[in-house]
Nanobody
Framework: QVQLQESGGGSVQAGDSLRLSCAGS????????VGWFRQPPGKEREFMTS???????YYADSVKGRFTISRDNVEKTVYLQMTNLKPEDTAVYYC?????????????WGRGTQVFVFD
């Protein structure tokens, strides 16, 4: 079983950068693919990116080129580096995990961290 805790959210100005962290627990953390999702106000939650235990990454088109996912299996932490933030990036950001290499249906979720981007 995996437990996840996001951190690093806050209020930033458009154009700024922000790094979110997802701290995981569990003995076999490196066997889980971890992904980042977000839910903008009044909208559905959407997938953004994922990373497998051996570093394979996948990005949704909406964030490709601006967001970068990485992980440190020793620290059991997954990061989301966000650059050139826009007001439409305002959302609650969640990390999620699933056993295996590909994110299909996340089994474990964090509680989320709020990101607010203002002009």
């Amino acid at each position: 079983q995996v437990q996840l805790q996001e951190s690093g959210g806050g209020s930033v100005q458009a154009g700024d950068s922000l790094r979110l962290s997802c701290a995981g627990s569990g003995r076999l953390f490196n066997t889980y693919v971890v992904g980042w999702f977000r839910q903008p106000p009044g909208k559905e939650r959407e997938f953004m990116t994922s990373i497998s235990g051996n570093g394979e990454t996948y990005y949704a088109d909406s964030v490709k080129g601006r967001f970068t996912i990485s992980r440190d299996n020793v620290e059991k932490t997954v990061y989301l580096q966000m650059t050139n933030l826009k007001p439409e990036d305002t959302a609650v950001y969640y990390c999620a995990a699933e056993f295996g290499r590909v994110m299909r249906r996340a089994a474990y979720w964090g509680r989320g961290t709020q990101v607010f981007v203002f002009d």
